[in-house]
């Protein structure tokens, strides 16, 4: 069964701090992972995905399928990252099309 | 409109009743999903449309949940005899097909049993 966990319900920084959220999944398999984010009133959104190895907004995400690790970063953060983020997996092939996502991590900068 | 559009974004309704959740995909898309999330939760899989076909139903919870898109765009999510375990928000979301393409999101319907 393929499961994702964002250990952390809330996460709060100070702005210009480094931020870290971090997400594990299991899969059996090789899956391609995601970063979805929600700022106040508005959609679900996605942020980044590992196959395009884009940064976006600053945050960047590296695959560690040794540690089944996913973890978003940003060495500075900014008053406009707080938000709720999700890391979400999807099957490559057949799959690829039924996202699972963690439980969310609330992010919260601080001026 | 541009985006992926939901209707209604708040529904309150009866225990016993039924509903019917819309959503109106970017136009061109022909895939379409429906995810549920409880709070506190992330949002779950319910079903996959790819243009009128529903390839994949197995995310709905039991058979008081169905979906339909019968003309490969508007899909309707039906919950018959609502339950007050059925409140959540319910997240639709549309991607062209082509694989590995981004989902876009709509705004979610919150919907209320009591």
């Known amino acids: 069964a393929q499961r994702v966990t964002q250990p952390e319900k809330l996460l709060s920084v100070f702005k210009g701090a480094p931020v870290e959220l971090k997400c594990n999944y299991s899969y059996s398999g090789s899956p391609e992972l995601f970063w979805y984010v929600q700022y106040s009133r508005q959609r679900l959104q996605l942020l980044l995905r590992h196959i395009s190895r884009e940064s976006i907004k600053g945050f960047t995400a590296d695959l560690n399928k040794g540690e089944t690790s996913f973890h978003l970063k940003k060495p500075f953060a900014q008053e406009e990252d707080s938000a709720m983020y999700y890391c979400?997996?999807?099957?490559?092939?057949?799959?690829?099309?039924?996202?699972?996502f963690g439980k969310g991590t609330l992010l919260t900068v601080n001026p | 409109g541009a985006g992926v559009s939901q209707s209604p974004r708040y529904k309150v309704t009866k225990r016993g009743q039924d509903v019917a959740l819309r959503c109106d995909p970017i136009?061109?898309?022909?895939?379409l999903y429906w995810y549920r999330q409880a709070l506190g939760q992330g949002p779950e899989f319910l079903t996959y449309?790819?243009?009128?076909?529903?390839?994949?139903k197995s995310g709905l919870p039991n058979d008081r949940f169905s979906a339909e898109r019968p003309e490969g765009s508007i899909s309707t999510l039906t919950i018959q005899r609502t339950e007050q375990r059925d409140s959540a928000m319910y997240r639709c979301?549309?991607?062209?097909?082509?694989?590995?393409?981004?989902?876009?999101f709509g705004q979610g319907t919150r919907l209320t049993v009591v």
């Open positions: 979301a549309s991607s062209s097909g082509l694989r590995n393409t981004e989902a876009f």
């Open positions: 449309f790819n243009y009128e076909a529903q390839q994949d």
């Open positions: 136009s061109g898309h022909v895939s």
């Open positions: 979400a997996l999807s099957g490559l092939g057949g799959s690829n099309y039924k996202l699972t």
